[in-house]
């Protein structure tokens, strides 16, 4: 087992979805399924190898593990629980990362849209601007 420090760069990161500060420094550490066990496709989710900042999460019910938010699934995925708030690199194993449960968001500069089920799912905790 490898326990050092291991640094890695990938491009910059647009936070620019980001309204605000609040509710950043209270994401929580989620662990997100890649490919299509958390619905996600490489070539449209993360055609460059990772997830941008802004996606838009669900909680997978079987497994407590999160997933792409999709209205229509039917794996608990389809209530909006909240957005990645810092880009991370998929691969084939799972990959953790921070959650954005609460704040203020720039809807326009979101990296996929999010629709009025999924703005409903969150109100009161993410405001949508």
């Known amino acids: 087992m490898d326990l050092g420090l291991k640094t890695e760069t990938f491009g910059g990161d647009d936070q620019s979805w980001l309204d605000s500060a609040h509710g950043q420094d209270a994401a929580i550490s989620v662990t997100i399924v890649p490919g299509a066990g958390g619905g996600f496709t490489s ?23 999160y997933g792409l938010y999709d209205d229509t699934a039917t794996d608990g995925r389809q209530t909006l629980v909240g957005f990645l708030l810092t880009a991370q690199k998929i691969g084939s194993n799972d990959v953790v990362g921070p959650l954005l449960v609460h704040g203020r968001i720039n809807e326009a500069a979101l990296p996929f849209t999010v629709d009025a089920n999924g703005k409903a799912d969150v109100a009161g905790r993410i405001q949508f601007i």
């Open 43 to 65: 070539g449209t989710h993360y055609p460059v190898g990772h997830l941008p900042s802004g996606t838009k999460l669900g909680k997978i019910t079987a497994s407590g593990k």
